[in-house]
Each structure stands twice: as structure tokens, then as C-alpha cells.
């Protein structure tokens, strides 16, 4: 059973959903994976995990340089599906010399007997924050059913 604590912030991730990707969102297919990873929180949420069909993740990223010279991107993310809830980051830069490189971290993770570490979820949302101050912020999603 999910803990007082983790509920508290399943309704953090419901808020992160409507207030900054839900505004951000472009096209159909983003508002139906928004819709669809509130509508798996509340299964968590409500201790009914086992009811979702889909795993589903929704994020920001901003994107920012030129691109005949230094790109940089950063993705900040949230995945649901049965069996976790996944808080996590990308980094992705290019540059002419080098070519291209990426970093993925995993900050923090509930499922049925695990809890989000508090850590993880302070620095996700320290780069979520980040990501959002960027005009040049955009909604990621995908989206795929079980």
C-alpha cells in the first residue's frame, strides 16, 4: 500500500500534469498522454494500479544552442504504469567536433513497497523548474498500452 507520504506526492505529480505540461501541450496525441497519466495516477493514487492499461510518460525538455555548432537538451520526465512510478532526466548535447551524448538518470521511483526518495524528487523537481523557465520549453510524451 502506498504510504500517506508517497499519496502526497502522487497529487504533487496530478498538479505537474495539469499545471505545466497540460498548458504546454500542442497536439492531440499530447493531451491524450497527459489525460492518460492523470488518469493512472489517480489508479495509484487509489490503490487500484493493477487497473492500468498502458504505461505512459509525459515530461518537458528544453532545447537550446545552435545547431551548426553546440546543441544542449534537457528532459525532465514522469512515467506510470502498473507496476512503478518513474521520476527521471535526460541530457542530450551535440557539438560539431564531438557529435553527440547523452546522460539518463533515474531520481526516484515508487511502487507497491517502495517509496520516492526524497532526494530524487527535490532534484527532479530543481530541474523541472529549470526546464520551465525556458521559453523554449516543449511537452514530451509517449505512450504505449500493455
Keep these: 500500500m502506498t ?6 506526492h502522487l497529487e504533487d505529480l496530478i498538479q505537474f500534469a495539469r499545471n505545466d505540461v497540460l ?9 491524450q498522454a497527459v489525460g492518460e497519466f492523470w488518469e493512472a495516477i489517480e489508479l495509484w493514487n487509489e490503490g487500484r494500479e493493477d487497473n492500468i492499461e498502458f504505461n505512459v510518460s509525459i515530461g518537458v525538455y528544453c532545447k537550446e544552442g545552435d ?3 553546440f546543441l544542449e ?14 521520476l527521471s532526466t535526460l ?4 557539438t560539431k567536433e564531438d557529435g553527440s551524448d547523452h546522460h539518463s538518470e533515474v531520481l526516484a521511483v515508487l511502487t507497491k513497497s517502495k517509496t520516492l526518495s526524497d532526494y530524487g524528487l527535490a532534484k527532479w523537481n530543481e530541474l523541472l523548474a529549470e526546464v520551465l523557465r525556458y521559453d523554449s520549453c516543449r511537452v514530451s510524451v509517449s505512450r504505449d498500452h500493455l
Design 3 to 8: 504510504s500517506a507520504r508517497g499519496l502526497t
Design 23 to 31: 498548458p504546454l501541450a500542442a497536439t492531440a496525441s499530447e493531451v
Design 67 to 69: 545547431p551548426k555548432d
Design 73 to 86: 537538451h534537457l528532459h525532465v520526465d514522469a512515467r506510470v504504469s502498473d507496476s512503478a512510478v518513474e
Design 91 to 94: 541530457r542530450r548535447t551535440w
